[in-house]
């Protein structure tokens, strides 16, 4: 099991930038796809951003290709996710999520393990 702890949201203004970490307990996390999702009021949890295990594939949503990059650190095990070029419709609460696979997944309900979730503002 592992547990996750993200940090790193805020207020910013459009634009802006942020970068979000996740923060990740046990000694397995090189085994686990780490995504992130996010959840904006009224909305459904969707996939932003995942990571294979060793770092070396990345996927996106469509909507925030070339504005944000997810990147993990094995040895410390955090995984991040750089915002830049921050939009207004960015605003939701993101999630850290991690899942046992030896490919990456943009589906929520693949994912066994979820952070509490970090707030992100962006005021235009």
């Known amino acids: 099991q592992v547990q996750l702890v993200e940090s790193g949201g805020g207020l910013v203004q459009a634009g802006g930038s942020l970068r979000l970490s996740c923060a990740a307990s046990g000694r397995t996390f090189s085994t686990y796809v780490m995504g992130w999702f996010r959840q904006a009021p009224g909305k459904e949890r969707e996939f932003v951003a995942a990571i294979s295990r060793g770092g070396s594939s990345t996927d996106y949503a469509d909507s925030v290709k070339g504005r944000f990059t997810i990147s993990r650190d094995n040895a410390k095990n955090t995984v991040n996710l750089q915002m830049n070029s921050l939009k207004s419709e960015d605003t939701a609460v993101y999630y850290c999520?991690?899942?046992?696979?030896?490919?990456?997944?943009?589906?929520?309900?693949?994912?066994?393990?979820w952070g509490q979730g970090t707030q992100v503002t962006v005021s235009s």
């Open positions: 999520a991690a899942v046992r696979s030896s490919t990456l997944l943009s589906s929520r309900s693949r994912y066994e393990y």
